[in-house]
């Protein structure tokens, strides 16, 4: 089974929609982080968490929010989607004291 | 966070060593340089991480200067299933909301 598992895998919604995505790790990490990526660029950082109680904005929160409902489980929600925010979204992990990030398969999000 | 900065491209032939360079001028004491392989439609997958000097695993080895303004990472004689997008990232303890992965460096190795 995979450490870092995301769902759904791919997800047609409409403008307006609330989502969410889901991430689940099985590496005993304290660390959770979900990123976008769009076409052709690189992964920038939407929200991360170290550990259950703490939750921190990244360069691209606006519009996302997130719950860390266990050490295993971080989700990221779009509260009202929009178009732009189409976008291929992936969750990480990593422990404590390393900074090697463990990322899952990620999510296809399409935003009509 | 040191911002970095990568070639945009490289090509290469099956059996060729592939050299990488990363500059991150702006490297702080206490940050790591890591480096990460992405094929289409994945997620990142870790190849190594260093500080200083040499580091070596069984894919790759990562060369670091004196100063740390930059890193090189070879790859030993690549096969075509190391055509992907190679991210340098600098890390550390502080900073961290702006951690970004570039655009990196599109790999493609012929035949």
């Known amino acids: 089974d995979a450490d870092v598992t995301q769902t759904p895998r791919n997800r047609i919604t409409k403008t307006g929609k609330r989502i969410m995505l889901e991430c689940s790790q099985t590496?005993?990490?304290?660390?959770m982080y979900w990123y976008r990526q769009d076409p052709g660029l690189g992964l920038r950082l939407i929200y991360y968490?170290?550990?259950?109680?703490?939750?921190n904005k990244g360069e691209i929160s606006d519009g996302y929010s997130v719950s860390r409902q266990a050490q295993a489980k971080f989700s990221l929600s779009l509260e009202s989607a929009i178009p732009n925010q189409t976008a291929l979204y992936f969750c990480?992990?990593?422990?404590?004291?390393?900074?090697?990030?463990?990322f899952g398969p990620g999510t296809r999000l399409t935003v009509l | 966070l040191a911002k970095t900065t990568q070639p945009i491209s490289m090509d290469s032939y099956e059996g060729q060593e592939v050299n990488i360079t990363c500059s991150h001028n702006?490297?702080?004491?206490?940050?790591?340089i890591t480096w990460y392989q992405q094929f289409p439609s994945q997620g990142p997958r870790f190849i190594i991480q260093?500080?200083?000097t040499k580091v070596t695993n069984e894919v790759a080895s990562l060369f670091i200067p004196a100063d740390r303004k930059s890193s090189t990472l070879s790859l030993p004689r690549v096969s075509l299933s190391d055509t992907a997008v190679y991210y340098c990232?600098?890390?550390?303890?502080?900073?961290?909301?702006?951690?970004?992965f570039g655009t990196g460096t599109r790999l493609l190795v012929s035949p």
């Open positions: 990232l600098v890390v550390g303890n502080t900073g961290f909301q702006k951690l970004v």
């Open positions: 260093g500080y200083k």
């Open positions: 590496k005993g990490h304290d660390r």
């Open positions: 990480a992990t990593s422990g404590s004291s390393s900074y090697t990030q463990y």
């Open positions: 702006n490297i702080a004491t206490n940050d790591y």
């Open positions: 968490s170290f550990d259950v109680k703490d939750i």
